[in-house]
């Protein structure tokens, strides 16, 4: 089992900048991959970026070019450096950690709250 706990959200202006962080902890071995999705009201949960245990990103098309992931793999944790923020982007954003493609995920974080104004 692996526990992930989220920190960053928040409101910003648009043009504005947040950062979010995911904290792994336990069977951390098993993880595949680690990323971010995110769920606007109405919408259906899409995936928004993903980090490989080799290194290797992906990003949803509406993002790219704005947001980065990284991962530090000592402090087995992953951030999610959002700029350029528009409202669109608001949305409730979920740490994920799973399989190398990030579509089987065998855990999820708590959620934390994204709201952009225009």
């Known amino acids: 089992q692996v526990q992930l706990v989220e920190s960053g959200g928040g409101l910003v202006q648009a043009g504005g900048s947040l950062r979010l962080s995911c904290a792994a902890s336990g069977s951390i071995s098993s993880v595949r991959a680690m990323g971010w999705y995110r769920q606007a009201p109405g919408k259906q949960r899409e995936l928004v970026a993903r980090?490989?245990?080799?290194?290797?990103?992906d990003y949803a098309a509406s993002v790219k070019d704005r947001f980065t992931i990284s991962r530090d793999r000592a402090k087995n944790t992953v951030y999610l450096q959002m700029n350029s923020l528009k409202p669109e982007d608001t949305a409730v954003y979920y740490c994920a950690a799973g399989n190398v493609a990030l579509t089987s995920v065998g855990s999820w974080g708590q959620g934390t709250q994204v709201t952009v104004s225009s």
């Open positions: 980090v490989t245990n080799d290194g290797r990103t």
